[in-house]
């Protein structure tokens, strides 16, 4: 069992930056595949980010390439999602995520992912 707590949210303005943390408690972090999701108000949530267990395959959705970078401490069991030149459109609550991935394909952020954290807001203001 894995719990995600994520931090580092709130309110800036449009240009600015912001860091997310998510820290890892009851299994090494490690193991896992990690990725960022997020879910505007009145839409579904969206894949942002993955980056895989040892950190040789990152992806990201075109809407966050360029201005997002995902990160990973292993040893401190934490991911990080540091956001730059942020926009109005990207306020909504960013989620991270983790899974067990055993066979790295092309595909393999693509998934169910099996621990979530609880959100943290992100509002960007124009």
């Known amino acids: 069992q894995v719990q995600l707590v994520e931090s580092g949210g709130g309110l800036v303005q449009a240009g600015g930056s912001l860091r997310l943390s998510c820290a890892a408690s009851?299994?090494?972090?490690?193991?896992?595949?990690m990725a960022w999701f997020r879910q505007a108000p009145g839409k579904e949530r969206e894949f942002v980010t993955a980056?895989?267990?040892?950190?040789?395959?990152?992806i990201y959705a075109d809407s966050a390439k360029g201005r997002f970078t995902i990160s990973r401490h292993n040893a401190k069991n934490t991911v990080y999602l540091q956001m730059n030149s942020l926009k109005p459109e990207d306020t909504a609550v960013y989620y991270c995520?983790?899974?067990?991935?055993?066979?790295?394909?092309?595909?393999?952020?693509?998934?169910?992912?099996?621990?979530w954290g609880q959100g943290t807001q992100v509002t960007v203001s124009s």
């Open positions: 009851g299994r090494t972090l490690s193991d896992y595949a």
């Open positions: 980056i895989s267990r040892g950190a040789g395959s990152i």
């Open positions: 995520a983790a899974d067990y991935v055993q066979t790295y394909g092309s595909n393999w952020y693509d998934r169910v992912y099996k621990y």
